[in-house]
């Protein structure tokens, strides 16, 4: 006799909190963009005081306008933000004469030279650095540090060492309620306009609900508590014309508007599938019908009227920081880290390394509002990391990769998320152990 047995499998319920650390109280563009690093230098400025001194005891800790008081080659610490001149980088005026075919320029990958220049600005004064125990190239505009080195005749300063304000905060010492057995689906880039296979994407959805594989496999499946949505769900790119190709502008955006329109509908019925026994998380992404600049805000929720009426389904903001039952767990759709890209040579650095120095410089984009557009902060700057995070990822990046730090005990799992419609991958995490499985969904044929 054939077993009829059928086996029924109870998915974990595990608290969201969004922290809101993103949302925007008010839409106020007014303000001037030059506050926002006076205010990141005021965040930051004792955190790199502390690791100074635990560098460089011996040494006394001044400001930029005290270096007339020293000696010529005397080593003292000096702090501030630095700045990076990008010799390759084009000004607005260079762009706006671009667009109008007046000096037409070839498009730039990045903007990495050799001719590069750092300085580092306080609230006061900027002064040129020099010497040749920096490398430039692994240094972008945005980023609080403290130098050691030495005042030069010409007016510059001599780098011997420096140091940023350290991965994180101090681990909270209360105890953590480990959650046995749960498992997050980190995913980015389903780019439903672009994607014209939509075979992985089917099974995707039928591998989270159980509807693939045998009873092993659908076990697993449904250790799933949480799937994050990390941007660029709606489209995976926007193509660019020039001021010559008007005509041939109009007729594309009449084209995207109703593409647009009928991959927001495929990503709500895709959605609501499994809104229905699986918590969701949907981050917009760079091409996502929202704005563009840092912090993106949530979706509107008229967008997805079908999956929205879910308690289950959450539109929050890029960034987004969060916790998942007592793991702190914070990411971006992937502009943070693609932008400093653009200012290195890519071979140079992995995104995965970039992922990790901007922990270690304690800031999710500092190249804000530098080459990356935001919102003018004026009295803060929520880009700043704040939390002891547990879990850290990029979405929307060209192959999986992953790594895990640990300073002072404590742990961070840092990940790159695939685009799933070029490389047909999502992200498997072990909220317990933290371990990380790819997870293909390519057909093989």
Request: hydrophobic share 40%; charged share 20%.
């Amino acid at each position: 006799m054939e077993d009829n047995t059928t086996c029924a499998f109870v998915r974990e319920n595990i608290p969201l909190n969004d922290f809101k650390r993103f949302l925007l109280s008010s839409k106020n563009v007014q303000c001037q963009y030059s506050s926002i690093y006076v205010t990141r230098l005021n965040a930051l400025r004792d955190n790199v005081i502390l690791k100074a001194k635990i560098k460089w005891a011996a040494h006394k800790i001044i400001n930029i306008s005290d270096l007339v008081e020293f000696e010529e080659n005397e080593l003292c610490v000096i702090t501030g933000t630095l700045y990076k001149h990008e010799e390759l980088k084009r000004s607005a005026l260079q762009m706006f004469a671009t667009e109008l075919q007046v000096c037409p320029q070839p498009l730039q990958s990045n903007y990495e030279s050799f001719k590069d220049i750092l300085f580092l600005e306080d609230d006061a004064l900027r002064i040129k650095l020099t010497g040749n125990h920096m490398n430039v190239q692994s240094i972008v505009t945005g980023i609080v540090s403290a130098l050691l080195g030495r005042r030069q005749e010409n007016g510059t300063f001599w780098v011997e060492d420096w140091c940023f304000p350290g991965y994180f905060p101090t681990p909270s010492t209360s105890s953590i309620s480990l959650q046995r057995n749960a498992m997050t689906l980190l995913v980015s880039g389903l780019s439903l306009a672009n994607n014209v296979d939509p075979f992985g994407l089917t099974l995707l959805s039928e591998w989270i609900i159980g509807m693939a594989g045998n009873s092993s496999i659908q076990k697993e499946a449904a250790r799933i508590a949480h799937v994050i949505i990390a941007g660029n769900s709606i489209r995976g790119f926007i193509e660019k014309f020039n001021h010559n190709n008007y005509s041939k502008q109009k007729k594309y955006n009449e084209i995207l508007s109703k593409e647009t329109e009928v991959a927001t509908h495929r990503l709500d019925e895709f959605l609501q599938s499994i809104v229905k026994c699986c918590c969701v998380t949907l981050m917009p992404g760079e091409f996502d019908p929202t704005c563009h600049m840092l912090p993106q805000q949530p979706l509107h929720p008229c967008l997805l009227p079908q999956t929205i009426r879910y308690q289950s389904f959450d539109c929050v903001t890029n960034p987004w920081v969060g916790s998942i039952g007592s793991r702190i767990i914070a990411g971006s759709s992937g502009q943070p880290i693609q932008d400093i890209m653009k200012v290195d040579n890519v071979l140079n650095n992995t995104p995965l390394e970039w992922l990790e120095n901007t922990l270690y410089w304690r800031h999710y984009a500092p190249t804000v509002p530098n080459s990356l557009p935001s919102y003018p902060y004026f009295q803060n700057d929520p880009f700043i990391i704040k939390e002891c995070l547990d879990i850290y990822f990029v979405g929307n990046m060209e192959k999986y990769e992953t790594k895990v730090i640990s300073d002072e005990g404590h742990i961070v799992r840092l990940v790159c998320i695939p685009n799933f419609s070029k490389t047909r991958t999502a992200v498997l995490l072990d909220l317990e152990s933290l371990e990380t499985f790819p997870i293909s969904f390519e057909a093989n044929l």
